[in-house]
């Protein structure tokens, strides 16, 4: 008898235990977390930048958010944050939403529908007269098709868009797409924002810190389980390293830690946790097409027939980075095509030597060779993740008798010269917010998009991007998406020489940390983190 | 006394008007606007944003009216508004120059508690093996930058002591933050602790061979009597010149130790400011250190009559 009651006593503890983790999980305690850069400021929408992202999305709710329990952010993965349940319309042109009652923004006013419509209005580039919610709009291009949001009462919101948009709910399930508080002024939003998400931020002191402090009226019962998250704002990144071994912080920056720095993190903080991952950022060289001697496309295809892929990785990251091409491949990668084809890509060949001797061929051909090359300049970021692959780059173009020079641009200028089309060939660092073609590819190849900075303009691939973000069926979809890949590729747009493949590590007290394989740019609630100490 | 004085606060007053002026223009002269790096950042070609920002900070009106705004603003002790945090600039500057201050007079007690001392020693014993020792440590202190040795500082912590000093803004308590800035302290004062060393050892020896020294000796001075009474004093001079140009000129070994060793002052933040073209941070810090190093010359001057009763300064 004593042992059949033990039997269901240790059955039903693991029965719950099962159904239900936070059983196991401990309430309190502060998380420190360093953070690489002094953030421009702490609204998410109006800034492009993980140092914005990961330090305040905790303070923020979406309406829906990619499942922070799948490591890869994808379509079939959105579960429900500030909405209850959404459905579309027959046609898929009208997305309503219903919200979870009782939610309160940190000043204790109530989360309505108007807010997500003040949102959004704004972000559209239609306010409402009398609301100021934010003075920059990176990210407008995403919401092109967005015709106008309708509420129904306070817990009801729709959606009306002009054409069909399937990724228009993983555009709002993004770290980048929190709900703002119609009645917080955007000064306020930018120095010590109002939300309704699990942290309140306690404390924003300019270079120095932030201190986020546990919500006790979040609307998500028993979350979140840490008392506050410290952020101190560390620039350099070996001080980094070095308050993380030392355990003054319990992870480190988000794929802070290269391949060679890993050894050292590892034999210095031997049960330090590390995990490898693609961040969704990829380095691709900038062309200036519009001017010589990029204007001329045979020495566009010349540039890329030099470029030796296998060679970037093994020397960037000890072989670790991946190969692809305008989407992050498979299989991190949701809609990235698959290898065999991308090999058949320019640029992308196995076969080096000869496909050097093709763009040697065309260079001799327009009477370039050894003793008479072509002399350019390799643009970039005075920044060593920018400036390593640019003198891999001017390596790599000695080959092809292009003799080029690095030509290092200070960080504050380097957008307002590329901008400028003051450059001839710059290497680029392109961070994608979500795994998704409509976001990849209304932003930086969208003859219209204010961030296609290199002026990339192909009617038929505009046409192309439509096509692919209007259609419902996945397989369909896909190979649009890999047929757009290939024209990008052949008309040489802005190659891409790798996927960065990086590490984060915390510390073995820090548990339920799930680092997402396809964009380092969502995730960062820290509503299911909790510390074992 | 009195007419030089006046003459001196009087020269002190102009050159800070044609620094605020200097200050000023050069800034503008800077490629990019706060417009063009908060909009750009993103990588966003927002003209019509770039538009409204620069409108709504006033860096479209004319110049002169924005360099009179600044000027009566700061003679009301109104610093205007950062352009980056939104906040009054004296917010964001106050608490950080107390930081800094502290800071850099810690790293200036380190440098003349080793220099001095060790400039003496090393011309005492001249051309002995501590002499040798010494000089081959003041080289290595001018030639070693804050950097690496900031680092190198770090490294050899975590290894001996499993930690780091990384600032606390809630450390109270005099030792407490004497323990927490030794470190940097250390590593920005080395560099000057060389200079002065050097300095101490080149003047002392020119000041040994004077003949009232060997006078001194003669009349059976004892040797403590004669480097420390005598030839010290005089060898002073030049030092406490450079001592005061070091405690103004800190700043620049600031910027790199506040950076290595994370410390939130008014050097780390001079620098992003001026990556954010932030004009009312950059103007009123710029102008503060020209404040100090324009003072610390008066003081310097003042210092020579304390040490050189020969010196008087007269009409």
Not at chain 1, 220 to 242: C, F, Q, Y
Not at chain 1, 409 to 417: F, G, R
Not at chain 2, 242 to 266: D, K, Q, R, S, Y
Not at chain 2, 268 to 282: G, H, S
Request: hydrophobic residues 40%.
């Amino acid at each position: 008898m004593r042992l059949t009651t033990a039997i269901w006593a240790a059955g039903t503890a693991g029965l719950l235990t099962i159904a239900s983790p936070s059983f196991a999980q401990k309430q309190g305690g502060t998380l420190n977390m360093p953070l690489r850069d002094n953030p421009p400021s702490a609204s998410i929408h109006e800034e492009a930048t993980i140092s914005v992202v990961q330090p305040f999305m905790a303070v923020f709710n979406n309406l829906v958010v990619f499942d922070p329990n799948q490591k890869a952010n994808s379509p079939d993965h959105i579960v429900p944050d500030l909405a209850d349940s959404w459905s579309w319309n027959d046609d898929k042109t009208k997305l309503t939403f219903k919200l979870h009652q009782g939610v309160k923004w940190h000043d204790g006013k109530p989360f309505t529908a108007k807010d997500v419509k003040c949102t959004f209005d704004a972000l559209k580039g239609t306010p409402d007269e009398g609301t100021d919610l934010m003075r920059k709009d990176p990210r407008k291009i995403w919401y092109i098709n967005l015709k106008e949001v309708t509420t129904n009462g306070d817990n009801e919101v729709t959606f009306v868009l002009g054409r069909p948009q399937p990724s228009f709910l993983s555009m709002l399930a993004a770290g980048y797409s929190p709900i703002y508080s119609c009645h917080v002024p955007s000064r306020e939003m930018r120095t010590k924002p109002i939300g309704t998400g699990p942290f309140k931020i306690a404390e924003y002191k300019r270079n120095e810190s932030i201190k986020l402090v546990r919500n006790p009226d979040y609307f998500k019962k028993g979350k979140p389980h840490l008392d506050a998250i410290e952020w101190k704002i560390v620039p350099n990144r070996s001080t980094r390293m070095l308050g993380f071994v030392s355990g003054q912080f319990d992870m480190t920056f988000d794929s802070d830690i290269s391949f060679p720095m890993l050894k050292d993190v590892m034999s210095q903080k031997k049960d330090a946790i590390c995990e490898a991952r693609p961040s969704n950022v990829n380095s691709n060289i900038l062309i200036n097409r519009d001017s010589p001697p990029f204007n001329n496309p045979e020495i566009r295809r010349a540039l890329v027939d030099t470029l030796d892929i296998k060679a970037f990785n093994e020397i960037l990251s000890q072989g670790h980075n991946l190969d692809g091409a305008a989407m992050l491949p498979p299989p991190n990668g949701v809609w990235g095509m698959p290898a065999d084809m991308l090999a058949t890509l320019p640029g992308h060949s196995t076969d080096v030597e000869k496909s050097r001797a093709e763009g040697r061929k065309i260079m001799e051909k327009l009477g370039y060779g050894p003793d008479k090359p072509l002399k350019v300049k390799v643009a970039t970021r005075n920044i060593a993740i920018y400036r390593d692959p640019a003198v891999i780059l001017i390596d790599q173009l000695k080959k092809v008798y292009i003799e080029a020079e690095l030509e290092p641009i200070d960080t504050t200028v380097w957008y307002t010269k590329i901008q400028r089309k003051d450059y001839q060939l710059g290497m680029n660092l392109t961070g994608v917010g979500v795994d998704d073609p409509d976001v990849n590819f209304y932003e930086n190849f969208y003859s219209k998009s204010l961030r296609n900075y290199t002026g990339y303009n192909n009617p038929d691939v505009d046409k192309l991007i439509d096509q692919q973000s209007a259609e419902t069926d996945i397989a369909k979809r896909k190979k649009i998406v890999w047929e757009i890949e290939k024209k990008l590729a052949d008309d040489v747009a802005r190659p891409v020489i790798g996927y960065n493949v990086d590490n984060t590590c915390w510390s073995p007290q820090v548990k339920g940390v799930k680092l997402q394989v396809n964009s380092i740019y969502n995730g960062w609630r820290f509503e299911d983190i909790w510390l074992d100490r | 006394m009195g007419a030089y004085l006046v003459r001196r606060l009087f020269l002190m007053a102009v050159t800070l008007v044609g620094m605020s002026i200097l200050i000023f223009v050069l800034l503008r002269l800077v490629p990019g606007n706060i417009a063009d790096i908060l909009v750009d950042a993103t990588g966003n070609d927002d003209p019509q944003e770039k538009a409204r920002i620069v409108h709504d900070l006033g860096i479209d009106r004319p110049l002169v009216e924005q360099y009179w705004q600044w000027i009566n603003g700061l003679a009301h002790g109104d610093l205007g508004y950062a352009f980056v945090s939104e906040r009054p600039a004296i917010e964001e500057i106050a608490p950080r120059i107390p930081i800094s201050s502290k800071l850099a007079g810690l790293a200036i007690f380190f440098a003349v508690l080793l220099g001095v001392p060790l400039g003496v020693v090393s011309a005492v014993r001249q051309n002995s093996g501590l002499d040798y020792g010494l000089r081959v440590l003041s080289l290595s202190g001018l030639s070693l930058p804050a950097f690496w040795l900031g680092l190198l500082v770090l490294m050899a912590s975590v290894q001996w002591f499993g930690t780091i000093p990384i600032y606390d803004a809630d450390a109270h308590g005099f030792f407490t933050q004497v323990k927490m800035l030794a470190l940097p302290a250390i590593v920005v004062g080395f560099r000057s602790s060389a200079l002065i060393m050097r300095l101490t050892r080149s003047s002392m020896l020119e000041v040994l061979r004077q003949d009232y020294v060997r006078t001194a000796r003669s009349k059976g001075a004892s040797n403590a009597s004669v480097n420390y009474d005598h030839a010290l004093r005089n060898a002073l001079l030049p030092v406490v010149t450079v001592i005061g140009i070091e405690a103004a000129f800190l700043v620049g070994g600031l910027i790199v130790t506040e950076t290595v060793f994370n410390i939130p002052g008014v050097a780390r933040f001079l620098v992003e400011a001026i990556r954010w073209r932030d004009y009312p941070i950059v103007q009123n810090l710029t102008m503060l250190i020209a404040v100090v190093v324009v003072t610390m010359n008066f003081l310097v001057d003042m210092a020579y009559m304390v040490l050189d009763p020969r010196i008087k300064f007269g009409g």
